[in-house]
């Protein structure tokens, strides 16, 4: 994986799971908002590593000899 799928996995974690005053004060839901971010993470980079089509091969054209 690219760090630029990466980088937009995590800001899309973070729109669905923003920091609350709640996660701010208390260190529990703070893990576990964290948690959630990564469960959401892993399930994006799966979906998209599961639709992702290879990549065409280059095939390099021999001239006659």
Known sequence: MTTEID???ESIAKR?????EQEK???EKFGKM???RGHL???II???S???QPG???ILDQGAE
Do not use: G, H, R
Not at 16 to 20: E, F, L
């Open 50 to 52: 599961k639709y992702e």
């Open 25 to 27: 004060n208390c260190i």
């Open 41 to 43: 993470k892993k399930a």
């Open 16 to 20: 669905v799971y923003p920091m609350t």
């Open 7 to 9: 980088k937009y996995c």
């Open 56 to 58: 065409e091969e280059k």
């Open 46 to 48: 799966q979906t998209i």
């Open 34 to 36: 964290v948690i959630k």
